[in-house]
């Protein structure tokens, strides 16, 4: 064994115990539609009218969900109920009462010139009469001290930070950057306050969180009059502890509540998802795991036995990564896991056909040294293919939230611990299987020694594919067609989540079980609805906009199933997926597809990272479409299969662009129709064998899985074949008529 091979076994070994012991040590927290968890019900108190009151209760929402994200808890659900309360659902806090003391904070803040105290042993050097507008609050030491008009507020803050400084002794404080015109006003405060001699109370700038002076420090003896503090930066020093200092840090970086706010209910809240539903998802994901691993198994042999061993690994890893990280796993969660299954069986697929390549066409001496130049081949495809989507993920997490966000942290870790195992779990295994004598002797069994059946019928029929771009471009443009008639025709059919409804509660004599209430309803005419148990005997029911007779039945059908069962709330609710959320995530989305083009156009050329964005569009028009055709609901599981689709899509191009731009290196006089018509022939076993791979674990969610997951995998069967496709035949040849019609040079 070489010393990188055993380097490489050592690194395997090492991160494989770690993220063992990190997953028996550490559990992952589940997220609402898995586990339930705590509900808390704010009410807004706001004096405007019935329109200005709810669009501030809109505001605060908003307000409210960046608190959320600043808390650390991972896919929230945050609805408007009525006009002016909020429903805030937090999966796995360990702390709910901290949580709705967090909430419920109005958050004021506040930078105050000091005028002077009064009743204390300090007086002002130059005592200043009163003006109506100043204020009386006490210090931290309890002397009362009279304040000036605001100079600053929170909107001046651009950032706040929790900070342990050891070393001067100060402890936890709380770093505070102002910015744009906040710099200039506080340059002017503290100007002004350091006109004044040292240890004078008007010396001092007070800060104020709620109507409370959280802290009152004395401007430094080094500042001259006028001059004041031009870095836009201060400290908030006090008697903090590490907890209260992040808890003023997220306060102040979360805003100020337009409107203040009170808790009025907080209880527990069971699962949206029903337990029969996550039993159904569990065997669906492990019957469709064994039979993708079966199937690799069968095509690569030996090879897939290792790489079926190098995915547990993976999924090791990826659990363990999670549960580091305190990560929340819910369904879109779930939907990046699966993205980047499929992406981990992908690279090893790519391995084993660049290995196949090498020992059966270039007449490689051995298993080994084919495997060697598979492992070399096609590292560039998949860091390429890999990058794309960590860059996506990396901008999704920072510019989204909620769902979005949920869906960014599981498919980055995904994918790197995808890489890891097929690059050095697999290798190890691999490599350590080829240098044994029986595996010399019998190269048929590695299963890289034989082409393998596509690669064979190809090489037998040698077909001209891209003979013809425009055909294909035409049959692109009719499947457009007919998917945006259907969009047109049938129209988008939007969830709760985007579009709000109704939330009807109800109180029961004895529990109700939550999976039969779903069937009942189901029965009824309403299967889309959502119902949780809450409160220990109660049952919440959320449905879409119901008319009153509707509504009946909604009530009948729950008050078949227990008796005395008394209607407590019923209240029109506003979407989960609000506004801001969907502007945010749609601004992200974008930006990522713009980083995604950036990095395609610097690595291959710009022409083919115009073709990837194009085929990614033709994509989600044409899953879009499928489900306006089908009446399926485009709701907040849509969105994380969407973008799972999206993945994959990228996935499959840029595999098709590194083997294009390899041969375009080897042979470059060749005519990019050929070359483009060769690359796909030689691509074409990996990405028959990686669909099928995935498809094998969407087929078993989309029939095993229960009405929630069957809409979702059949959202990513039908992304992935249009993906699958669209890479091969809307891609390439948009590629090519762009290159015939711009005549560019290749390079």
């Not at 690059?423 to 020694?449: D, N, Q």
């Not at 129209?491 to 579009?499: A, K, N, S």
């Amino acid at each position: 064994m070489t010393r990188s091979a055993r380097v490489r076994a050592l690194l395997a070994l090492a991160v494989i115990a770690v993220s063992l012991y990190i997953a028996v040590a550490v559990p992952v927290r589940l997220g609402l539609d898995l586990r339930g968890g705590t509900q808390i019900v704010l009410e807004t108190r706001s004096t405007s009218t019935t329109d200005a009151g709810r669009e501030a209760t809109d505001r605060a929402l908003e307000v409210l969900r960046g608190r959320i994200d600043a808390l650390g808890v991972a896919e929230p659900t945050l609805v408007r109920s009525g006009d002016d309360r909020i429903i805030v659902e937090l999966p796995g806090v360990q702390d709910p009462k901290r949580a709705a003391d967090v909430l419920g904070r109005t958050a004021q803040l506040a930078f105050h010139p000091v005028l002077g105290t009064e009743g204390g042993a300090e007086r002002s050097s130059r005592p200043l009469p009163k003006r109506p507008h100043d204020r009386v609050l006490p210090d931290e030491s309890g002397t009362p001290m009279r304040l000036g008009a605001p100079a600053l507020t929170g909107e001046h803050v651009k950032h706040a930070a929790a900070r342990f400084d050891q070393q001067s002794g100060a402890g936890w404080h709380v770093t505070v950057d102002f910015a744009g015109a906040g710099r200039d006003g506080w340059a002017r405060l503290t100007g002004d306050a350091a006109c004044h001699p040292a240890g004078d109370p008007a010396r001092r700038v007070a800060i104020v969180l709620d109507d409370k002076v959280i802290s009152s420090p004395q401007v430094a003896p080094s500042i001259g009059c006028e001059a004041g503090i031009r870095d836009g930066a201060t400290q908030i020093t006090g008697s903090f502890g590490p907890e209260e200092a992040r808890e003023l840090a997220l306060l102040i970086n979360g805003g100020a509540l337009p409107v203040p706010v009170e808790t009025v209910e907080q209880r527990t809240v069971g699962p949206t998802l029903g337990a029969e539903a996550i039993t159904a998802a569990g065997w669906a994901a492990v019957i469709g795991t064994a039979l993708t691993s079966l199937f690799i198994i069968v095509v690569y042999r030996l090879m897939g036995a290792l790489a079926t061993i190098a995915l547990a690994c993976y999924g090791l890893l990826s659990y363990a990564a999670l549960a580091a990280l305190g990560a929340t796993l819910t369904l879109p969660g779930l939907a990046g896991f699966v993205l980047a299954i499929g992406m981990a069986v992908d690279a090893n697929v790519l391995v084993f056909e660049r290995a196949r390549e090498e020992y059966t066409t270039r007449r490689r001496p051995s298993t080994r040294s084919a495997l060697a130049a598979g492992f070399r081949n096609a590292f560039s495809a998949i860091a390429d293919s890999n990058i794309t989507t960590l860059i996506a993920a990396g901008l999704l997490f920072f510019l989204a939230s909620g769902p979005v966000r949920g869906f960014a942290v599981t498919l980055g870790l995904g994918v790197l611990a995808s890489m890891f195992s097929a690059l050095v779990i697999t290798r190890v295994l691999a490599e350590f299987a080829a240098s044994r004598p029986f595996l010399r002797r019998r190269p048929r069994l590695s299963g890289i020694a034989a082409p393998g059946a596509v690669r064979d019928r190809l090489t037998r029929r040698d077909p001209h594919l891209m003979r013809h771009p425009r055909r294909w471009l035409a049959a692109a443009a009719a499947a457009l067609v007919l998917a945006g008639s259907g969009i047109a025709a049938r129209g988008i059919d939007l969830g709760v989540e985007f579009t709000g409804g109704r939330l009807i509660e109800y109180a029961t004599a004895t529990p109700v079980d939550p999976d039969g209430a779903r069937a009942a309803l189901a029965d009824a005419g309403f299967p889309r609805a959502v119902v949780q148990s809450s409160g220990g005997t109660g049952l919440t029911v959320r449905t879409e906009a119901l008319t009153n007779a509707q509504e009946a039945e909604v009530t009948a059908a729950v008050r078949d199933l227990a008796d005395g069962a008394d209607k407590v709330r019923d209240e029109l609710i506003g979407p989960s997926l609000g506004e801001e959320l969907r502007r945010g995530a749609l601004i992200a989305l974008a930006v990522a597809l713009g980083a995604q083009f950036v990095y395609l156009a610097a690595r291959f050329r710009r022409l083919f990272g115009i073709a990837a964005v194009t085929a990614l569009a033709h994509d989600v028009l044409i899953l879009i479409g499928v489900f306006a055709w089908l009446g399926k609901p485009v709701d907040g599981v849509f969105v994380a299969a969407l973008l799972t689709v999206i993945g994959y899509s990228v996935n499959d191009s840029v595999v098709l662009f590194d083997r294009i731009r390899e041969l375009t290196r080897k042979v470059p006089r060749t005519p990019l129709p050929d070359l483009a018509n060769q690359a796909i022939l030689q691509t074409l076993p990996r990405t028959v064998n990686t669909g099928m791979g995935a498809a094998f674990i969407l087929t078993a969610l989309a029939v095993l899985g229960g009405p929630t997951l069957t809409d979702f995998a059949l959202a990513l069967l039908v992304g992935l074949a249009v993906g699958t496709y669209s890479s091969v035949f809307t891609a390439v040849p948009l590629v090519l008529q762009l290159q015939a019609r711009r005549r560019e040079p290749r390079r």
